[in-house]
């Protein structure tokens, strides 16, 4: 089935044609097939986005000066249109992405939920009063950014878009959105529910292009407020340096290899479910995939064996099959990138429990079998580094000081897994873990109503719960002196 969506730049409530007719063309990761052409923004696409943006986030402009409960209701609408749109994202995500159509599916239905959080917020959003000595009212206001510039990623192409626009809207910032090279099409839905939700021209802009053109020109451009990134922890880095030369303020979900540690007591039907869903979801290209398992050395063999026998009867398909459950990755290249570190793992010692090919029964699409190494110890390079696909490294420890210290020791925190039946042990290890988010007895989990980031090299900042809010939004104080 071809692709028939929308396949422009949308820019100040129009689309429009990139300025020198320059397009991308993607492919299907099931197939190998080329799925869309898409036109590819330049600078000068850019500049003109941001401009629109800018001028609707003008103190007199159409976004900033609507009163909260409209801005509230555009927001609820632009959700129903999402909602209206559903089937035709998932259909096109899973030929973009590869993901399979029930993964596409969440990743939707978490966007409409987040534009629904968020517009709950639009009209709530207060000062405060502060006491000071004196005959004095002093006082603070939370004002909008301005202009925020948004990087969405390739893994999640939808979603992760949507969570960092609803809370920047919601606080009456304007947005200029561009996704991934490799999977740009979903992105160009949220022009068309903006369209549909009668948000004023300028308010959502979409612009599809490289990262070397169009991210550099977005991140780099004096009118962009702030940056919203998800991404790799090098490409982050990369963008923090670009941003710093406007003095531009970024949020950044960065790269993580998320430990799931198994405690003797642990319910290990429970455990072995949460461990496969962390890290064969999506097939592993996940920032918060449980990529290290770390597990009781009295209970290491009986959870090897349970994981890897559901990870044998893990039903692969391309990304439109509803009998799969999990797709291709995103490219060739990745797939190359996945091959050379099982290999690595191999060479530095780590044990093939299962997996570690493409699957022989398919020849097409950028397939990968669930894969599960063992006797990997926490200084190899399969348990340091961000692999990104469906890998899954096992380490075995003694007691609990051992697998704090193992989970740790790591140039990133984003999200770490709990399993134990008992009570000190999950809230002990839960504060004892140097990650932003831990999950106890069920992996991986989030809600539009709880803060996503990590500590270390996974990120700065924070998107969702009402900590997004802080991200969008600056500080005014204002002091009034009451004496005559």
Same mark, same amino acid.
């Given at each position: 089935?071809?692709?028939? #969506?929308?396949?422009?730049?949308?820019?100040?409530?129009?689309?429009?044609?990139?300025?020198?007719?320059?397009?991308? $063309?993607?492919? @299907?990761?099931?197939?190998?097939?080329?799925?869309?052409?898409?036109?590819?923004?330049?600078?000068? !696409?850019?500049?003109?986005?941001?401009?629109?943006?800018?001028?609707?986030?003008?103190?007199?402009?159409?976004?900033?000066?609507? @009163?909260?409960?409209?801005?509230?209701?555009?927001?609820?609408?632009?959700?129903?249109?999402?909602?209206?749109?559903?089937?035709?994202?998932?259909?096109?995500?899973?030929?973009?992405?590869?993901?399979?159509?029930?993964e596409a599916g969440l990743d939707?239905?978490?966007?409409?939920?987040?534009?629904?959080?968020?517009?709950?917020?639009? @009209?709530?959003?207060?000062?405060?009063?502060?006491?000071?000595?004196?005959?004095?009212?002093?006082?603070? =206001?939370?004002?909008?950014?301005?202009?925020?510039?948004?990087?969405?990623?390739?893994?999640?192409?939808?979603?992760?878009?949507? =969570?960092?626009?609803?809370?920047?809207?919601?606080?009456? &910032?304007?947005?200029?959105?561009?996704?991934?090279?490799?999977?740009?099409?979903?992105?160009?839905?949220?022009?068309?529910?903006?369209?549909?939700?009668?948000?004023?021209?300028?308010?959502?802009?979409?612009?599809?292009?490289?990262?070397?053109?169009?991210?550099?020109?977005?991140?780099?451009?004096?009118?962009?407020?702030?940056?919203?990134?998800?991404?790799?922890?090098?490409?982050?880095? +990369?963008?923090?340096?670009?941003?710093?030369?406007?003095?531009?303020?970024?949020?950044? $979900?960065?790269g993580g290899k998320g430990p799931?540690?198994?405690?003797? /007591?642990?319910?290990?039907?429970a455990a072995a479910a949460g461990?496969? *869903?962390?890290?064969?979801? &999506?097939?592993?290209?996940?920032?918060?995939? #449980?990529?290290?398992?770390?597990?009781?050395?009295?209970?290491? /063999?009986?959870?090897?064996? =349970?994981?890897?026998?559901?990870?044998?009867?893990?039903?692969? #398909? %391309?990304?439109?099959?509803? /009998?799969?459950?999990? #797709?291709?990755?995103?490219?060739? %290249?990745?797939?190359? /990138?996945? $091959?050379?570190?099982?290999?690595?793992?191999? !060479?530095?010692?780590?044990?093939?429990?299962?997996?570690?090919?493409?699957?022989?029964?398919?020849?097409?699409?950028?397939?990968?079998?669930?894969?599960?190494?063992?006797?990997?110890?926490?200084?190899?390079?399969?348990?340091?580094?961000?692999?990104?696909?469906?890998?899954?490294?096992?380490?075995?420890? %003694?007691? =609990?000081?051992?697998?704090?210290?193992?989970?740790?020791?790591?140039? *990133?925190?984003?999200?770490?897994?709990?399993?134990?039946? !008992?009570?000190?042990?999950?809230?002990?290890?839960?504060?004892?873990?140097?990650?932003?988010?831990?999950?106890?007895?069920? *992996?991986?989990?989030?809600?539009?109503?709880?803060?996503?980031?990590?500590?270390?090299?996974?990120?700065?900042?924070?998107?969702? +719960?009402?900590?997004?809010?802080?991200?969008?939004?600056?500080?005014?104080?204002?002091?009034?002196?009451?004496?005559?």
């Amino acid at each position: 089935m071809g692709y028939d #969506g929308p396949t422009e730049l949308y820019i100040d409530g129009e689309w429009t044609p990139a300025a020198g007719g320059q397009t991308i $063309e993607t492919a @299907d990761p099931a197939t190998e097939q080329p799925y869309a052409t898409v036109a590819a923004a330049t600078a000068e !696409d850019v500049d003109r986005a941001v401009s629109a943006a800018d001028a609707a986030a003008a103190r007199d402009g159409t976004w900033r000066s609507l @009163d909260p409960k409209e801005r509230a209701a555009h927001l609820m609408a632009m959700a129903d249109a999402i909602e209206a749109l559903s089937d035709e994202i998932v259909l096109v995500e899973s030929h973009d992405n590869g993901k399979t159509p029930f993964e596409a599916g969440l990743d939707v239905d978490m966007v409409v939920d987040t534009f629904r959080y968020y517009a709950g917020w639009a @009209d709530k959003l207060t000062g405060q009063t502060v006491p000071v000595p004196g005959d004095r009212l002093d006082y603070v =206001r939370q004002e909008p950014l301005g202009v925020t510039g948004h990087i969405a990623p390739w893994n999640y192409p939808f979603q992760l878009a949507g =969570r960092s626009l609803a809370p920047a809207l919601a606080c009456g &910032n304007t947005a200029v959105l561009k996704p991934s090279s490799q999977t740009p099409l979903s992105a160009l839905y949220y022009a068309e529910a903006a369209d549909r939700a009668g948000l004023p021209d300028g308010v959502v802009n979409v612009v599809p292009g490289t990262g070397s053109e169009a991210g550099d020109a977005l991140v780099g451009h004096p009118g962009v407020d702030h940056v919203a990134f998800t991404g790799s922890t090098d490409v982050g880095k +990369g963008i923090m340096s670009r941003a710093a030369e406007n003095v531009t303020g970024v949020t950044m $979900e960065l790269g993580g290899k998320g430990p799931n540690v198994v405690f003797p /007591d642990a319910d290990l039907d429970a455990a072995a479910a949460g461990i496969h *869903y962390g890290i064969f979801m &999506n097939a592993g290209q996940m920032c918060w995939a #449980g990529s290290r398992l770390l597990v009781h050395e009295d209970i290491h /063999d009986e959870v090897v064996e =349970r994981v890897v026998e559901r990870a044998e009867a893990t039903p692969l #398909g %391309s990304g439109i099959d509803d /009998d799969g459950r999990m #797709g291709p990755l995103v490219s060739e %290249s990745h797939l190359s /990138d996945v $091959e050379a570190y099982v290999q690595t793992g191999l !060479d530095e010692g780590a044990t093939l429990a299962t997996g570690g090919s493409r699957p022989a029964d398919r020849e097409d699409g950028y397939f990968f079998e669930p894969t599960v190494l063992t006797d990997v110890t926490n200084d190899m390079t399969v348990a340091r580094e961000e692999i990104f696909g469906p890998v899954l490294s096992v380490i075995p420890f %003694s007691d =609990r000081e051992e697998a704090i210290e193992i989970a740790n020791d790591s140039p *990133y925190g984003l999200m770490a897994g709990i399993w134990t039946t !008992d009570l000190e042990t999950a809230h002990g290890a839960a504060a004892d873990l140097d990650y932003g988010m831990v999950s106890i007895n069920e *992996y991986p989990v989030t809600f539009p109503q709880t803060p996503f980031g990590g500590f270390k090299q996974s990120g700065i900042g924070r998107e969702q +719960g009402t900590e997004a809010l802080a991200e969008y939004t600056q500080a005014k104080n204002v002091n009034v002196n009451l004496e005559g």
